[in-house]
């Protein structure tokens, strides 16, 4: 290739010395013969297609890797596959620069100076990297396993790592969602039961609130882009209505139909506004909330239910008498009753009295909506919804209730969890929950273990682990890097009785993505020994790693993973696209080498067990636990256990496995057989109330059980209590060119958005003096402990953003990498962890008081 | 016969662009040559403010003002609506990039090897490379295209010359849609024989009303917007690409 284009200055000049006659290209013995590619003889000239999967992102879109004599030119989406139906986003397309990308490690590497600054490393063979260890994890087992952390960026292979490695190791597993989206998870969970946040029917739906939804830039439930806007235009082309609530007018952009600028902070008490209105209107599902909540449940006044036998009670309007919740015939949702002398009132009657407070008016002063819009927007959900109507689907007939929301990274906020609730309420009132049309949680209705075990969290006595599981401090928990931080920093503080020693870091960056930066550092420093898995140097392998492995990218196999658009049932496996480069490795030969070391992968309990049961291999599919698998064959042990008679091979040849359109009667929690699985849905939580006094009567702080309350209810956010000169509030937001903190030194989507940047309102700007492009310091202030911390970035003017808030996107603030310099500081270096910045489910908020100067 | 043009809907870009890094690889341009560029605008002021999205190629205009100023016949128009650069012809006098009021056109300033993303040459990489520039060099950017024969597809092979968007011509004369089309994933850009009404593209444009860019000018563009509307001058420009050479 490279000697034709070398050649070819000369060739062009010679061209013009005869004349410019292109045309003699093709005679015989003319060096101009070679300008035509088809004519130079290649030993075995191919050009095919390859299919694998996106690494990147965590949709895992379908790619057809075109190859050349064996060399990959370029990624092409794969059309077969229903998440991205042949496309691809900037950094599907611009990851083949990764793949190629010369900074990627190039071997193990063992560090030779002290941990917490820069890394000096000395490369290393495969075999004494892993061999160091497993050394540690052999030695940390023997002595006590709840020293050995396994944590996760990005969700790939669940079976495999999450699942079988972590338990043949027997680790402690830490993922990332705690500062994305889990206390959304856990509010859906808990009030409806499917794993999830929430996502229109879009198919279906008219009206969709896109609340806080970063439509033209990121995310959306569970996926990470793609499918979202595929289906958001579908369904705009059939008249759908967006109402973007978002500080921030960008992520909605174009799509925003209507834009509810409202102050970061306060979606619970917007949510607590439209339920007001809907419940003062009565313009409500009263079918759905009686027979498949438990809104009629009837609540004593100490907060908790009136229960006889050990059953719920409801108010029985046909025998004027409380009756079990399964065998009154007309329970009522309203009014207040009284029940062997004392007051009780249907949960639905209590949401009502506690909606009083949340007029729209009252509402408008907390969120900075206007009591109008408030009230209006309420109304055209209400008129939407369609209350009562049913639409033939699949031969069923099933409510209809086209009003929904997307409100996936809602929950990165202090109240997050309830806020979560709050919104679930909105769509309960309405009956818009799994109806047609209405908002899902995930692509199929399915109960989670959650709804049950959210339920009947039993709050322990310390000593707690250092995750502060079933704690007095997070009875619901989400397990977050940022809490583990701060109990191996202070353990004594918070009861715990154990600090972690052995870390293995898979994908991660944890230095980067949460808040703060400094207590993350402070906080993993303390660990013994850290191993990192990541085909790049990342910025806490640099401060923190001992040891660091080189995985690969597209090559190698991975897998199994979802592939289904929230309407299709596929599967899909990520296949290689060639062989490792830089000396890499997949990460399941990394974990089976590992595991081989450790002495944990043949026999009862071992990984190759674990594989079996993981992967639910079959006779005469099941791997025989005292011979290692290549993983090739682990993969088509798995697929022909699935009854893919081709097994893998179907995989490597069309990259997914389409089963075909989910029937609504899967599909639609109403549809199922008993609808909704039998559970009715909490719109109360009594079981929130009884953490509240578990909590204090184990002496923990208000600031911990204050939102375990079974209603959602506001509070001023902690930032709030910031001095006034902190004048605005820094929200994050994800550019489409970037995911996480590993692209942006991708040169091909680096060079779209090379620099960190503070947007914010030219008001705003002008009253500080802060002109477009200024350098500016930004300090954010921790309104308990008084704690600044300042980065200086390049201001952008930009009038799509409320003048008291200003943001910053994520995913800058790498320095290993040399593409990466001079690109602008982490937005985790502004924001805080713990106590008053993360959720009452230990979720971090990413919100904080700012006060911008120029620089 | 078939005349080739590109439908753009508004209605549907969500200035992802990926249309941008899609046209990057295929067609190997040099760093900080973008031939599609996607405008991110906003109007207005707060809180009445709108965000709009803008793909824009080369228009392949029928009345190109870049073809009538080349004065070596490099910048032609070819039958089937394509307007092209023979890069064996072109002298570099630049008269393409001031005629043109797209902006569309770019000058190569360095060599190859000096104005691509990766470094080919890295020893590990030119294994499994051959050494290619870039590594993931398209090997159909080299034949020479149409019924003139002429060298006109990709960018980034000589340095001196001025280059833009060819439409993908190696993949258009290979039955397949543009990069940028394919890799769209909205389906806001539309390609295909506006000559025929039947085309999704015909068909998209009928769909709405739609404009073109600068029409008062007569430069006849064959890329047509659908939906959404015309930047104005009240639209400013927001996160504006400015790649460094």
């Known amino acids: 290739m490279s000697s034709i284009r070398l050649g070819r200055r000369t060739l062009l000049k010679a061209a013009g010395a005869s004349g410019g006659a292109v045309a003699a290209a093709g005679l015989a013995g003319d060096p101009l013969a070679t300008l035509v590619r088809a004519e130079v003889p290649a030993a075995v000239p191919t050009d095919e297609l390859v299919p694998t999967l996106c690494w990147i992102g965590k949709q895992d879109c379908g790619i057809l890797a075109r190859k050349v004599n064996g060399r990959v030119v370029s990624l092409w989406g794969n059309p077969a596959h229903p998440r991205n139906n042949g496309t691809l986003c900037p950094k599907g397309v611009g990851q083949i620069t990764a793949l190629y990308d010369p900074h990627r490690l190039r071997s193990p590497l063992v560090r030779t100076n002290a941990k917490g600054v820069a890394g000096e490393w000395r490369p290393a063979g495969w075999d004494e990297a892993l061999g160091m260890i497993a050394a540690r994890i052999t030695d940390v087992r023997a002595r006590d396993k709840r020293l050995l952390i396994w944590q996760k960026g990005r969700s790939k292979a669940e079976a495999i790592y999450d699942t079988a490695f972590v338990n043949a190791i027997g680790a402690t597993k830490i993922g990332h969602g705690a500062y994305c989206s889990d206390a959304g998870y856990r509010a859906a969970e808990y009030t409806l039961g499917p794993q999830g946040v929430l996502h229109p029917d879009f198919r279906n739906t008219r009206y969709v609130l896109a609340w806080g939804w970063n439509v033209t830039n990121a995310g959306g439930n569970k996926l990470c882009w793609i499918t979202w806007p595929q289906q958001l235009a579908a369904a705009r082309e059939r008249g759908l209505r967006v109402v973007a609530i978002d500080p921030r007018l960008r992520g909605a952009g174009s799509f925003a139909d209507e834009w509810v600028p409202i102050r970061p902070g306060t979606d619970l008490a917007l949510a607590l506004g439209f339920s007001h209105v809907l419940v003062k209107d009565g313009t409500i599902d009263k079918e759905y909330l009686t027979r498949y909540t438990n809104a009629p449940f009837l609540v004593k006044a100490d907060g908790t239910f009136l229960r006889a036998s050990g059953k719920e009670q409801v108010w029985d309007k046909a025998r004027g008498a409380p009756a079990a919740f399964d065998a009154a015939a007309d329970p009522m949702l309203e009014g207040q009753y009284v029940s062997g002398g004392e007051a009780v009132r249907p949960a639905y009657q209590a949401f009502a009295d506690h909606l009083a407070s949340y007029a729209p008016e009252a509402v408008a002063t907390i969120t900075g909506v206007p009591a109008e819009q408030i009230a209006r927007i309420a109304r055209e959900l209400a008129a939407n919804a369609e209350i009562g109507s049913t639409k033939l689907v699949d031969g069923l007939r099933l409510p209809y209730r086209p009003v929904s929301a997307m409100a996936y990274h809602m929950s990165q906020q202090e109240l997050g969890f309830q806020a979560l609730r709050a919104m679930i309420g909105v769509f309960m009132l309405l009956g818009a929950v799994e109806a047609v049309g209405g908002v899902r949680v995930d692509a199929t209705y399915n109960v989670h273990g959650n709804f049950k075990a959210l339920d009947e969290v039993k709050i322990k006595d310390p000593p707690y682990d250092p995750l502060l599981r079933a704690s007095r401090y997070f009875p619901i928990n989400s397990v977050s890097p940022s809490v583990l931080a701060r109990t191996m920093l202070d353990p004594g503080r918070y009861g715990v009785d154990h600090v972690p020693e052995v870390l293995i870091l898979h994908m991660a960056n944890p230095l980067l993505a949460f808040g703060s930066q400094r207590l993350m550092k402070d906080g993993y420093a303390k660990f013994k020994f850290v191993a990192v898995i990541d085909p790049w140097l990342s910025e806490t392998a640099d401060l923190i790693a001992d040891v660091v492995l080189p995985a690969a990218t597209m090559e190698k196999y991975e897998g199994p993973v979802g592939a289904t658009d929230f309407y299709t049932n596929a599967t899909a496996l990520r296949t290689p696209i060639m062989q490792p480069l830089f000396g890499s490795r997949g990460e399941v030969d990394i974990y089976l080498d590992l595991a081989e070391k450790a002495g944990v992968l043949f026999g009862a309990g071992g990984f190759l067990d674990e594989l079996n049961k993981a992967l639910g291999l079959k006779a005469p599919y099941v791997l025989d636990t005292s011979a290692r698998p290549e993983v090739r064959d682990l993969f088509d042990r798995w697929a022909k256990s699935q009854g893919l008679a081709e097994g893998i091979a179907k995989f490597e040849k069309e990259g997914v496995w389409v089963r075909g359109a989910y029937p609504a009667k899967t599909y639609y929690g109403y549809a199922h057989t008993p609808p909704f699985d039998g559970i009715r849905h909490r719109l109360y939580g009594e079981s929130l109330l009884r953490y509240q006094r578990d909590m204090r009567a184990k002496g923990a702080d208000e600031a911990y059980w204050r939102d375990y309350t079974p209603l959602p209810t506001w509070r001023r956010p902690t930032m709030d209590g910031s001095p006034p000169d902190y004048d605005l509030t820094l929200i994050s937001f994800k550019l489409i060119e970037f995911k996480q903190s590993r692209t942006s030194f991708f040169p091909l989507v680096g060079e779209l958005a090379p620099r960190q940047r503070l947007e914010i309102n030219p008001r705003t700007a002008r009253a500080k003096g802060i002109a477009d492009g200024d350098d500016v310091w930004v300090e954010s202030h921790h309104a308990l402990t008084g704690q600044t911390q300042r980065v200086k970035v390049q201001a952008r003017l930009v009038e799509g953003i409320r003048p008291d808030v200003v943001g910053m996107p994520h995913h800058y603030g790498t320095w290993t990498h040399p593409l990466a310099k001079g690109q602008g500081p982490a937005a985790a270096e502004l924001f805080f962890g713990g106590e008053g910045y993360i959720t009452n489910t230990a979720d971090q908020s990413f919100q904080v008081k700012v006060r911008v100067t120029k620089a | ?245």
């Open chain 2, 1 to 245: 016969m078939t005349r080739y043009g590109m439908v753009i809907d508004l209605d549907r870009c969500t200035g992802c662009r990926a249309c941008m890094v899609a046209c990057k690889v295929e067609n190997n341009t040099p760093v900080a040559n973008l031939w599609m560029y996607v405008f991110r605008f906003e109007e207005g002021t707060y809180p009445d403010v709108r965000v709009n999205f803008m793909p824009r190629p080369c228009m392949h205009c029928d009345n190109a003002p870049c073809v009538k100023v080349c004065p070596v016949g490099a910048r032609f128009k070819r039958a089937d609506g394509l307007v092209a650069t023979d890069y064996e012809r072109c002298i570099g006098c630049r008269y393409c990039e001031v005629a043109c009021p797209y902006g569309v056109n770019f000058f190569n300033w360095k060599e190859p090897a000096k104005s691509q993303y990766l470094d080919g040459k890295d020893a590990t990489v030119a294994s499994v490379t051959g050494g290619a520039v870039p590594p993931y060099d398209n090997p159909d950017l080299d034949a020479p295209y149409g019924t003139e024969r002429r060298r006109i597809a990709g960018g980034g092979q000589l340095k001196g010359v001025v280059e833009k968007c060819t439409f993908c011509v190696q993949r258009v004369e290979a039955g397949r849609l543009p990069a940028c089309v394919t890799s769209c994933p909205v389906q806001a850009l539309v390609f295909g024989d506006l000559d025929d009404p039947k085309s999704a593209a015909s068909q998209r444009l009928e769909s709405k009303r739609s404009f073109r860019l600068l029409e008062e000018l007569g430069t006849r563009p064959r890329v047509h917007y659908v939906g959404g509307r015309p930047p104005t001058a009240e639209s400013r420009q927001i996160e504006a690409v400015r790649a460094k050479v």
